[in-house]
């Protein structure tokens, strides 16, 4: 089983994750051809040679790109925690590395560390900052690997040695607050080649935490697959990283955003798993976070400012036993939530017994009173009568204090 070690990590629940690049200025398109997946992606998807790929970097000066206006919003919308691509498959140094001048701050005109930026403002807002490396795949380097292309031949040592372990050193010296490497696309990594980098990141820090993806199974904790959600509670320490359209870098066709009310239930249905979910922005070129993104992250991060106590420092429950689509249930000891997505005029909830000491609407306070009787079939139900103010409105939270550490999930008997 997964274990960070890490306390605040196990109580983050909702993080922002951040890709922006040289990608992030294409938008998806390159001479009037528009790639037909993920923006980060394009130099691989339409064989963009390097020479010309590498003169992005000339064009590079997001001047909109504000570290301190997006750690105040992800403050804002709940979140704990922020990870940002260092550098991406591209291979661009997004921060100040000594060891490549494909970088920032020496081969754009904008001459800035965003690392260093967005390090300050996590700093300013009490988040925790985690930075992205891709370890394996480097398109710009030779000895790197490149998704779709051969690479039977690869000298991967040779990146490994000269870019790989040199930058993830940097990053760990240069920028003490990071507490999380977000590793991706491990390729051929070897276990031995893993447990390497595992091994530099404990020796410069120890309580910085390693993402699933650094290959093998040998992260601190296990990483989903990319906007894919565990069907059952999970244990251990896990994530969901997903995007709320269907780019992770910026991509000016992509208009397929996603439902805040379906982004909202996923991280309960996360949360009541017991994962942490983080959602990705990908400011364009010139450094602006897509309206659409900030439009619905303010509401499903209102719900969760709203609700902190029910998101944050949740732990997994036990799988209950029937579907209900109106609700999402979440708990943490001697308390129990449910999260109310659709309308209901009143709650009924078969199939679970605990004591209540006391339930209320959690954003208001406003007791509701609660019955709590054994149904004329046999299992436990509880009842929740609503305010007025509550009948047939959505998105809000009940919590109830309970005697117990956790309710009883009753199995299905009839
Ligand atoms: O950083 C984000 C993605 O760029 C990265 N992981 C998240 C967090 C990622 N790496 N690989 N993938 C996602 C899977 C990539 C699949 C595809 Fe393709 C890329 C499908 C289409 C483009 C590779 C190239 C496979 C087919 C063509």
């Known amino acids: 089983m997964h274990d960070t070690k890490q306390q605040w990590f196990k109580d983050a629940k909702f993080g922002l994750f951040i890709h922006f690049g040289l990608y992030s200025q294409l938008a998806g398109e390159y001479e009037g051809e528009t790639t037909p997946s993920i923006a980060e992606w394009i130099m691989n998807t339409l064989d963009i040679p390097k020479t010309e790929y590498r003169k992005l970097a000339r064009e590079f000066n997001p001047t909109d790109f504000d570290a301190d206006w997006i750690a105040e919003k992800a403050k804002s919308w709940g979140m704990k925690y922020l990870v940002f691509t260092s550098k991406h498959h591209e291979g661009f140094a997004m921060y100040d590395s000594k060891c490549s001048d494909y970088t920032s701050v020496k081969a754009s005109p904008c001459h800035r560390d965003f690392v260093a930026e967005l390090q300050e403002a996590c700093k300013k807002n009490g988040l925790k900052f985690g930075v992205y490396y891709s370890q394996a795949q480097d398109w710009d380097d030779p000895d790197g690997y490149m998704a779709r292309h051969d690479n039977s031949h690869k000298t991967y040592r040779n990146y490994l040695e000269g870019k790989c372990f040199p930058q993830l050193k940097e990053l760990l010296t240069q920028y003490p607050d990071i507490s999380l490497l977000w590793f991706d696309t491990p390729m051929g990594t070897t276990a031995e080649e893993s447990k390497e980098m595992i091994d530099l990141v404990k020796s410069i820090n120890p309580n910085v935490i390693v993402s699933g993806r650094v290959g093998n199974g040998l992260g601190d904790y296990m990483t989903t697959g990319d906007n894919f959600i565990p069907a059952d509670p999970f244990p251990g320490d896990w994530e969901v990283p997903a995007t709320l359209n269907d780019t992770w870098g910026f991509k000016k066709s992509d208009d397929n955003w996603k439902n805040p009310d379906k982004i909202l239930q996923l991280l309960l249905k996360i949360n009541s798993r017991g994962g942490n979910y983080l959602l990705n922005i990908g400011p364009d070129g010139t450094g602006k976070i897509p309206e659409e993104s900030i439009r619905i992250l303010d509401e499903v991060g ?10 944050f420092a949740t732990r997994s429950l036990p799988k209950y036993p029937y579907e209900v689509d109106w609700c999402v249930f979440t ?25 209540v000491k ?3 609407i959690l954003e208001d306070g406003t007791e509701v009173r609660v019955d709590l009787e054994t149904t004329c079939e046999g299992p436990h139900m509880i009842t929740v009568f609503l305010p007025e103010k509550y009948k047939n409105a959505k998105n809000y939270c009940v919590c109830f204090e309970i ?12």
């Open 358 to 360: 006391k339930a209320y």
């Open 403 to 414: 005697e117990e550490e956790t309710p009883e999930f009753e199995a299905i008997r009839m």
């Open 331 to 355: 708990g943490k000891p001697h308390k129990f939530f449910i999260h109310v997505l659709s309308p209901k005029t009143v709650l009924e909830v078969i199939n679970i017994n605990m004591t």
């Open 302 to 311: 209102g719900y969760v400012h709203r609700n902190a106590d029910a998101v």
